[in-house]
C-alpha cells in the first residue's frame, strides 16, 4: 500500500492502482472491485473496535458539533468517504459517531458509489466532486423539497472545491444547480490555511482552524441559533 499516493484518494482508486502496477488492465481491475470490497467487509468485520480504530483520531469538538447538529430539525448529516460504506460506518460507530449522523444513514462513498479509475490529483479530485453530489442526490430523495442549502465538511482543497462545485452551476445528482452550496475548510489535516482558502471561489465557504469551537462552527455552516 505504500507504493500508491493513497492521501485524499479513495478505496476503489487504490485498489485498481495496486492491480495495474500488478499487471492487471483497468478495465479487469475495476471488474474485480465488488469481490474485493466483499473481502476487505469480511475482513474489517472480523477484527474488535481497538483495530478498527488504528489510526484515527476523532478531532476535538467533532462529537459536540455532531451533537449539535442532531439536535437541530432544520438539518441532515451524511457522510462522504473514500471508503467502502460497511467499513465506513465501523469506523464511526467505533469512534462512537455513527448515532450522531442522521437516519437512515446516507453519503457517498468511493468504495461502492463511484469510481473514475486515476488515482492522480485530478483524479482524486473528480472523484470526491461525485461523492459529494452522490450524497446530496440522497439528500434530496429523502427529504424532497426540504432542502435549500449544501455544506461540505472536509480538510483538503478537493473537499472546498467539491463543496462549492453545485454553486458553480454544476446540477449533478440532485439537479438543484439553484440551490445554495459552499464548504466549510478545516486545517486539521496535512493542508495549509492558505491551501484550502486558496482554491475557494465561493464567497460563504469559510476556513476554520479546527472544529474545537462549536459556535464558531455552527456560524460558519450559516446555521442561527435555535
Partial sequence: ILDVAYHGSTDSLLLVELQEKNGISKAEALANLP??????????????????????????GVPDLLQALQARP?????LVTGNVPEIAWLKMEAAGLADLFSTPHFGGFGGRDFCGGLNTPAGKSADREQLVLIARAQAHRMHPGSITTHVHVGDAPADVVSGEKQSAG???G???SSLSAF???VCTGNFKREELE???TQERSVVLDS?????ACLRALGLPAL
Fill in 35 to 60: 469481490a474485493l470490497f466483499a473481502a476487505m467487509t469480511r475482513s474489517a468485520k472480523s477484527v474488535g473496535p481497538e483495530q478498527a480504530l488504528r489510526g484515527i483520531e476523532v478531532l476535538p
Fill in 74 to 78: 432544520d438539518t441532515v448529516v451524511g
Fill in 170 to 172: 454544476e446540477e449533478g
Fill in 174 to 176: 440532485c439537479g438543484e
Fill in 183 to 185: 464548504s466549510l475548510g
Fill in 198 to 200: 486558496g482554491v475557494s
Fill in 211 to 215: 472544529m474545537a469551537d462549536t459556535e
